[in-house]
């Protein structure tokens, strides 16, 4: 609509100016009174139609904006939701309530959150709730009455508080695999953007991992109703509730055997934002895996080559997993066929009123793969950005494959999406909100991220607790290199790695921590964000460091050859860095993947005689945190304008390391290149010796 009434105003305003300042002018001398007036009436009524029109135009951009904004509060909220901070999801559900009235998505989330503060309330009455005739506990004296025989306060120190966000009550266990398996997946989707509904048809090949199973379960949002389902052709019951869609065969699905499952669903409008926050639009759609549209069993646990055909009204095109395979045309439509042999890791599919624009990306030296087409959809007022985005994609899947071997998919697509506020990197292709398109510089960090998850969450398949950290900070890294190799200056990672430890220790202290080891991507808690991606991504900095270059690329190109297609945990990568760098490196993973927060470094140095011709520089370093780390550190020693770069290896609370140096130690610099995550470590004034006689 918002094009249309653009050019129609132009159009408008065009005529006017034309007709007012050549026509009138060589016409009007020989004109009567009257038409002169009916001339410049008719100038007005021109006038009056552009400006209705560009006020039209002008207020459905500012609708437009304002929708997009809303949106954008409503998923900051889902993620402090997320990370457990319910005060400042409710903040920001209430901002987008406040910009889009009636936000159905925004009013049902802060209605959890007052049912679960409600509820925490209740629990902590419970709890304060004592029988004032039992005694206090063996353990805690009981209180005395205040004055000169109280007690005094004891030192003992208080107990170790709960790993995440403070005050959060114990999380249930992990996901677990279903107890079948995904081994194919085939969709048939009509899609009709203007209603914002989806009609569609799910055929799912299952197969039992050794369990006999009664009754079949899968995830499938709300909002998408089943009507039908059948397995092995014969009519199952079903139920739905909330995400939960349980299918009962006629028989159970016996011990290691095979089954094929249709399920016929629905979605239905009038509201275009699907819960979750995706979007089914004439403006864009896009659905994600974590949306839950298709019923299937976890993102972390599907696993399949996958078919799928997508109806569209015509004028859209529609992208999906895989290879585009068929486009078949009528009167009123268009559909699509995407299909990939491949294990796919997920479902995802964008379809917009795109307009697309392609290079062929061939392989480089040592890789071995068909010319891969790069294809960039983007809405009509952004084709111009397409050829700066395709060159960039092109670039940066050249960089991967030199150091993670062949792309592993058909093609890759970047597709522009609305409202979605970053990036999504699915299989064979990744989704970009418009406002990367809108941008006059292109966010390379951001498009590279998103790029990288081919190989890490693609095609390395992560599993179990911390497999977030074998996909984002994967794909963190892998851009962070990707710019300092475009760049040409290995001080651009540093910066990164510098800027990503402030950021996490910052968000740690302020949203609450836990180990990397320990994160579930299904109940994300504190500074997830931050602990993943950003400490996550400076922990393979740090491995990098500690096992060398060398090591640490062959450790990265055999993790992604060996699990390609594959599913893989942190002790598979642990094995392969060990492999690859002849080293014992668990102590490595324990301390940086097992345990919250960073170093923490106190030290101080002073300058004794040593003889006539040197001295000797002392530098104590105390580790300040629960246990000490294991590190090898530069240090930076400035004696009177001297500059001197020395090693050291941490692995005790105190240390001391001597230098002989000719003059005085002035300045320390411990980790100057920012290796390490650690707080700036703090000078110590030493106490000064005291004097006796004689001295």
Same mark, same amino acid.
């Given at each position: 609509?918002?094009?249309?009434?653009?050019?129609?105003?132009?159009?408008?305003?065009?005529?006017?100016?034309?007709?007012?300042?050549?026509?009138?002018?060589?016409?009007?001398?020989?004109?009567?009174?009257?038409?002169?007036?009916?001339?410049?009436?008719?100038?007005?009524?021109?006038?009056?139609?552009?400006?209705?029109?560009?006020?039209?135009?002008?207020?459905?951009?500012?609708?437009?904006?304002?929708?997009?904004?809303?949106?954008?509060?409503?998923?900051?909220?889902?993620?402090?939701?997320?990370?457990?901070?319910?005060?400042?999801?409710?903040?920001?559900?209430?901002?987008?309530?406040?910009?889009?009235?009636?936000?159905?998505?925004?009013?049902?989330? !802060?209605?959890?959150?007052?049912?679960?503060?409600?509820?925490?309330?209740?629990?902590?009455?419970?709890?304060?709730?004592?029988?004032?005739?039992?005694?206090?506990?063996?353990?805690?004296?009981?209180?005395?009455?205040?004055?000169?025989?109280?007690?005094?306060?004891?030192?003992?120190?208080?107990?170790?508080?709960?790993?995440? =966000?403070?005050?959060?009550?114990?999380?249930?266990?992990?996901?677990?695999?279903?107890?079948?398996?995904?081994?194919?997946?085939?969709?048939?989707?009509?899609?009709?953007?203007?209603?914002?509904?989806?009609?569609?048809?799910?055929? &799912?090949?299952?197969?039992?991992?050794?369990?006999?199973?009664?009754?079949?379960?899968?995830?499938?949002?709300?909002?998408?109703?089943?009507?039908?389902?059948?397995?092995?052709?014969?009519?199952?019951?079903?139920?739905?509730?909330?995400? !939960?869609?349980?299918?009962?065969?006629?028989?159970?699905?016996?011990?290691?055997?095979?089954?094929?499952?249709?399920?016929?669903?629905?979605?239905?409008?009038?509201? $275009?934002?699907?819960?979750?926050?995706?979007?089914?639009?004439?403006?864009?759609?896009?659905?994600?895996?974590?949306?839950?549209?298709?019923?299937?069993?976890?993102?972390?646990?599907?696993?399949? $080559?996958?078919?799928?055909?997508?109806?569209?009204?015509?004028?859209?095109?529609?992208?999906?997993?895989?290879?585009?395979?068929?486009?078949?045309?009528?009167?009123?439509? &268009?559909?699509?066929?995407?299909?990939?042999?491949?294990?796919?890791?997920?479902?995802?599919?964008?379809?917009?009123?795109?307009?697309?624009?392609?290079?062929?990306?061939?392989?480089?030296?040592?890789?071995?793969?068909?010319?891969?087409?790069?294809?960039?959809?983007?809405? $009509?007022?952004?084709?111009?950005?397409?050829?700066?985005?395709?060159?960039?994609?092109?670039?940066? &899947?050249?960089?991967?494959?030199?150091?993670?071997?062949?792309?592993?998919?058909?093609?890759?697509?970047?597709?522009?999406?609305?409202?979605?506020?970053?990036?999504?990197?699915?299989?064979?292709?990744?989704?970009?909100?418009?406002?990367?398109?809108?941008?006059?510089?292109?966010?390379?960090?951001?498009?590279?991220?998103?790029?990288?998850?081919?190989?890490?969450?693609?095609?390395?398949?992560?599993?179990?607790?911390?497999?977030?950290?074998?996909?984002?900070?994967?794909?963190?890294?892998?851009?962070?290199?990707?710019?300092?190799?475009?760049?040409?200056?290995?001080?651009?990672?540093?910066?990164?790695?510098?800027?990503?430890?402030?950021?996490?220790?910052?968000?740690?202290?302020?949203?609450?921590?836990?180990?990397?080891?320990?994160?579930?991507?299904?109940?994300?808690?504190?500074?997830?964000?931050?602990?993943?991606?950003?400490?996550?991504?400076?922990?393979?900095?740090?491995?990098?460091?500690?096992?060398?270059?060398?090591?640490?690329?062959?450790?990265?190109?055999?993790?992604?050859?060996?699990?390609?297609?594959?599913?893989?945990?942190?002790?598979?990568?642990?094995?392969?860095?060990?492999?690859?760098?002849?080293?014992?490196?668990?102590?490595?993973?324990?301390?940086?993947?097992?345990? =919250?927060?960073?170093?923490?470094?106190?030290?101080?140095?002073?300058?004794? $005689?040593?003889?006539?011709?040197?001295?000797?520089?002392?530098?104590?370093?105390?580790?300040?945190?629960?246990?000490?780390?294991?590190?090898?550190?530069?240090?930076?020693?400035?004696?009177?304008?001297?500059?001197?770069?020395?090693?050291?290896?941490?692995?005790?609370?105190?240390?001391?390391?001597?230098?002989?140096?000719?003059?005085?130690?002035?300045?320390?610099?411990?980790?100057?290149?920012?290796?390490?995550?650690?707080?700036?470590?703090?000078?110590?004034?030493?106490?000064?010796?005291? &004097?006796?006689?004689?001295?």
């Amino acid at each position: 609509m918002l094009p249309g009434l653009l050019a129609l105003n132009v159009a408008l305003w065009g005529g006017v100016l034309l007709y007012a300042l050549v026509v009138t002018p060589r016409r009007s001398k020989s004109w009567s009174p009257n038409a002169r007036r009916a001339n410049l009436a008719g100038i007005a009524a021109a006038a009056l139609m552009a400006a209705a029109a560009s006020a039209l135009s002008y207020q459905h951009s500012q609708q437009v904006q304002v929708r997009q904004k809303a949106q954008e509060y409503y998923h900051a909220g889902i993620d402090n939701v997320q990370r457990g901070d319910l005060t400042a999801a409710a903040e920001d559900f209430e901002k987008a309530r406040a910009l889009q009235p009636g936000h159905p998505q925004a009013s049902e989330q !802060l209605q959890k959150i007052q049912q679960q503060k409600t509820a925490d309330r209740r629990e902590v009455r419970r709890e304060a709730t004592v029988d004032p005739n039992l005694p206090p506990p063996a353990s805690v004296p009981a209180p005395a009455t205040a004055g000169a025989n109280a007690p005094a306060p004891t030192n003992a120190p208080a107990p170790e508080p709960v790993k995440g =966000t403070p005050g959060e009550k114990a999380k249930p266990a992990p996901h677990k695999p279903s107890p079948f398996e995904i081994i194919h997946y085939a969709l048939d989707v009509d899609l009709d953007p203007a209603a914002h509904t989806l009609d569609a048809t799910a055929t &799912v090949r299952v197969r039992s991992r050794g369990e006999r199973i009664p009754v079949l379960d899968f995830s499938l949002n709300k909002e998408f109703k089943p009507a039908s389902a059948d397995v092995d052709g014969a009519r199952a019951a079903f139920s739905h509730k909330n995400d !939960l869609f349980q299918v009962t065969p006629t028989r159970p699905l016996e011990k290691n055997r095979e089954a094929t499952v249709t399920v016929h669903y629905k979605r239905s409008g009038p509201d $275009p934002i699907v819960e979750g926050g995706d979007l089914i639009s004439t403006e864009g759609t896009y659905l994600r895996s974590e949306a839950r549209w298709y019923p299937a069993t976890g993102e972390l646990d599907f696993r399949a $080559p996958v078919s799928v055909h997508i109806r569209v009204p015509k004028g859209y095109t529609a992208v999906s997993v895989g290879a585009l395979k068929g486009v078949e045309k009528d009167e009123k439509t &268009v559909r699509y066929h995407w299909e990939t042999p491949k294990f796919a890791s997920m479902v995802s599919l964008a379809a917009a009123k795109y307009v697309s624009q392609s290079v062929k990306v061939p392989p480089p030296a040592g890789v071995t793969r068909p010319e891969l087409k790069v294809t960039c959809y983007t809405f $009509p007022e952004h084709r111009k950005r397409a050829p700066e985005f395709l060159k960039e994609a092109a670039a940066m &899947v050249r960089f991967y494959e030199e150091r993670y071997g062949a792309y592993p998919y058909e093609k890759l697509a970047v597709t522009e999406i609305p409202l979605f506020p970053g990036g999504y990197g699915t299989t064979s292709f990744v989704m970009l909100i418009d406002k990367s398109f809108e941008e006059a510089r292109l966010d390379r960090e951001f498009l590279s991220h998103e790029i990288a998850h081919q190989w890490w969450g693609n095609s390395v398949f992560p599993q179990g607790l911390g497999a977030a950290w074998l996909t984002e900070a994967f794909a963190n890294y892998s851009a962070w290199m990707y710019s300092a190799a475009r760049a040409g200056n290995p001080r651009v990672l540093t910066k990164r790695v510098q800027k990503a430890t402030a950021d996490y220790l910052r968000a740690a202290a302020r949203k609450g921590d836990q180990p990397i080891a320990e994160t579930d991507p299904y109940q994300p808690v504190g500074a997830s964000t931050q602990i993943v991606y950003e400490k996550g991504a400076v922990v393979l900095h740090m491995l990098r460091h500690t096992v060398g270059d060398r090591a640490f690329a062959k450790t990265l190109r055999a993790f992604a050859d060996d699990f390609r297609f594959g599913k893989a945990t942190i002790p598979d990568f642990r094995r392969i860095a060990e492999r690859e760098s002849g080293h014992d490196l668990g102590w490595f993973f324990d301390q940086w993947l097992g345990r =919250t927060g960073g170093m923490s470094l106190e030290y101080s140095f002073e300058t004794l $005689p040593d003889s006539p011709k040197q001295n000797k520089a002392v530098l104590r370093i105390k580790q300040t945190g629960a246990a000490p780390y294991r590190a090898k550190l530069s240090v930076v020693l400035d004696v009177e304008n001297s500059i001197r770069k020395h090693e050291i290896e941490l692995t005790q609370a105190e240390q001391e390391f001597t230098f002989f140096v000719r003059g005085k130690l002035t300045t320390v610099l411990i980790d100057p290149d920012n290796v390490y995550l650690m707080k700036p470590p703090r000078w110590v004034v030493p106490d000064p010796k005291p &004097v006796t006689a004689g001295d």
